[in-house]
């Protein structure tokens, strides 16, 4: 349901697609719609674990991967909504574009999250995580490790 202010975009983007992706397996937890925190941070706060289950034949790319290791999962939003282009969070008084948030509500529903591992378990391709706001069952995209020295520009503080 649009909320006043809010701008919906005059096409459905899942009816532009221009590239093919593959799912590498699903996140666990126990979020659903209705119950799911508003993000990561707020995932941690409660204190709900997750994990990923890699599809067969991905397993090997967990190698070189540790527990305790921050991590970004790349995630496929797929119940989320696509076609708002202009939004008004609920946590702000004033419209803002899609480009500007970090909504799930996208024209991509590609979502992302850094995390940290807890477990990991090679031969079964499970990789436990501190914490997610992914739906239970949400597709697995892509899984890269966190890098301080890539990951963070140089000299870069946080806005006063």
Known sequence: MKREGEI???FDPAERVAAGLTFIGHIRSSWA???APKNVRAARETGQAARIELLPGYAAGL???AVGQAIQILYWVDRGV???IVQVPAHTNSPRG???LRSP????PIALGTVVITSLDLAAGIVGIDATDAYDGTPLLDIKPWIDTVDVPPGWRPAP
């Open 105 to 108: 509500v996208r024209p991509n």
């Open 63 to 65: 190698t070189g991967l």
């Open 98 to 100: 899609t480009f500007a």
């Open 33 to 35: 719609k209705g119950t």
């Open 8 to 10: 919906a975009l005059p």
């Open 82 to 84: 696509r076609d708002l």
